[in-house]
């Protein structure tokens, strides 16, 4: 058997090997193939797994298109739909109190009106695509109008505390309308590729048509976005246009609408805006510091400067107390020293008429401390005033004086020498419009007669102070406060530029020492005044009024000592 195998092994051998060699070498291409296929089918397997989250969502929203589109395609749902928003906005109507709010509710209203008499049409005339299509654009208008309303009319405002800007609520409206509308597109079997690759070119070329307004609309996105202001806030823009204050009025698509202090509107593109400066006066805080240099010459002291600006802006009304006013020394001039003052008011929009009444106010204030405004060294101002000119000046001055003096009842028992004498002695003062001259309650040792202008008394604590009298030329006040020391029992306040003499108890000593009979004389005459100012001066007992004058003339010999 052996030999036989070994005898045929060499005939059967070359007859065997053709036929055997494709089989192997197919059988180690496959093996080949396998191994080197094996790692792109691991790839494939990773991809698939990446892509089926994916996938996920593109079947949801597939799921989601059938459902608008099931909704939209059939009038008999769509009719439900809107006739339940029908009802809702008809009870919205009823609870909504605001009137601005109410009148949102139109638009929202006609649309579903009229969706209802598209739809109602399409199913009495079946087979009209294009009646179907305009109602179903009608009934996704309608919902995105209602949605808008409830979602930024009513439930933002009341979670973010302030009301959504037009611009975001316009963009979201646009947003949901064009993908509502594609799919009520490929519900209708037309070919959306088709549809957004030429949407895609004419997007282009309307972009490059309209390049400045896409950029001013993106600006406005991002100053919506960024919140640098809000509308009602006072701003200040500084950039290549200078600089710019005003109240913002709107922000719109494509530009910022700002209202100047001049009642000038202002509209200004969105992207101007957003690469200017911007300074907001009206946050954090309403609250505006204000600054304003004033020159004082170098022979005052700067402490009393200072009281001085100190005393002027307090009494301003809208001027804050809180934070208190300050003043620093900025500078040493040529001819002056500079002095800041700074104090805050209460709204960005009144601070030129307050720092018009604080400068009228430094004014009075420095005259009456006798603090000149300095003027530049090289004026150099050239005056012939002569000594007998000037003798004459005193002398009518002298004269005007001590003729208004005679004119106080109290007074008449002055000599002429006497009245010349507290002529001689006394200052005048200016008091601007508003300012208190004395207040109630307050120690004083003075009196005043008002030479020109008019004040008004008042009586009461605080803000509920009462006008009793309006005093003009010739009248005075403080004439106890002189006489005896006693309190101010009165406010008085400028009406307007206000002009008086200013008698001190200082002027009065000396003739109260040299005239003992004086005394009396003023005590009788103050006596007679404050009675008759209670009643009819016939009717007063003289006892009472004997009583009165000797209760008067202790006070003034306790106030004089003597």
């Known amino acids: 058997m052996t030999a036989s195998l070994a005898a045929t092994l060499p005939a059967s051998l070359p007859a065997s090997l053709p036929a055997s060699a494709p089989a192997t070498a197919a059988a180690t291409a496959a093996a080949t193939a396998a191994a080197s296929a094996a790692p792109a089918t691991a790839g494939m397997a990773r991809v698939a797994e990446t892509a089926a989250p994916i996938r996920d969502i593109a079947q949801g929203l597939s799921s989601t298109a059938d459902t608008l589109q099931r909704l939209f395609s059939s009038s008999a749902i769509g009719l439900f739909v809107a006739l339940g928003m029908l009802v809702v906005l008809v009870a919205s109507r009823a609870l909504v109190k605001d009137g601005a709010r109410v009148r949102k509710l139109n638009t929202p209203t006609v649309l579903v009106l009229i969706y209802v008499g598209l739809a109602a049409s399409d199913l009495l005339f079946e087979g009209t695509p294009w009646l179907a299509f305009l109602a179903q654009m009608f009934l996704a208008l309608s ?45 209708t079997g037309i070919d959306i590729s088709g549809v957004l690759v030429g949407s895609t070119i004419v997007t282009a070329v309307i972009g490059l048509a309209l390049q400045d307004t896409l950029t001013n609309v993106i600006a406005g996105l991002s100053i919506q976005v960024e919140k640098p202001f809000e509308e009602g806030d006072w701003v200040t823009l ?279 009979r004086l005394a009396e004389q003023v005590a009788d005459s103050l006596a007679m005044r404050q009675m008759g100012l209670k009643q009819s001066t016939a009717a007063i007992p003289p006892a009472e009024m004997k009583e009165k004058s000797r209760d008067v003339l202790d006070k003034i010999r306790r106030f004089f000592r003597f």
């Open 143 to 187: 919902l995105i109008a209602t949605g808008s309303f409830y979602f930024f009319d009513m439930l933002l405002p009341r979670w973010r505390g302030r009301a959504v800007p037009a611009i975001v609520r316009d963009l979201v409206q646009a947003v949901v309308f064009i993908i509502i509308m594609i799919v009520l597109l490929a519900g």
């Open 238 to 516: 500084k950039g290549s246009l200078g600089e710019l204050s005003g109240q913002v009025r709107a922000v719109s698509w494509r530009t910022t609408k700002i209202l100047t202090s001049h009642d000038d509107l202002v509209i200004m593109p969105n992207k101007t805006v957003a690469n200017e400066s911007i300074i907001n006066h009206s946050r954090p805080q309403k609250r505006h510091r204000r600054k304003l240099l004033v020159s004082a010459p170098y022979a005052v002291a700067p402490a009393r400067v200072s009281q001085a600006l100190l005393e002027a802006v307090a009494g301003v009304e809208g001027v804050l107390r809180a934070p208190p006013p300050d003043v620093l020394l900025r500078k040493f001039g040529d001819s002056s020293i500079d002095y800041e003052l700074r104090f805050f008011i209460d709204d960005f929009r009144d601070r030129w008429g307050l720092d018009d009444a604080v400068m009228r106010r430094i004014w009075y204030v420095f005259g009456r401390a006798g603090i000149e405004f300095p003027f530049p060294v090289r004026d150099v101002q050239l005056h012939e005033i002569t000594a007998a000119g000037q003798e004459a000046a005193a002398q009518r001055d002298l004269a005007d004086r001590a003729r208004l003096f005679r004119s106080i009842d109290f007074l008449a028992p002055l000599t002429d020498a006497e009245v010349n004498r507290l002529a001689e002695l006394t200052e005048s003062r200016r008091f601007a419009a508003g300012e208190a001259i004395i207040r109630q309650g307050d120690a004083g040792e003075s009196m005043y007669l008002i030479r020109s202008g008019e004040v008004e008394v008042r009586v009461g604590a605080g803000g509920a102070q009462t006008t009793v009298a309006r005093l003009g030329e010739r009248s005075f006040f403080g004439e106890m406060s002189l006489m005896t020391g006693a309190p101010r029992a009165a406010t008085v306040v400028a009406v307007d530029d206000v002009v008086v003499y200013f008698i001190e108890k200082s002027d009065f000593q000396d003739l109260m020492t040299n005239n003992p």
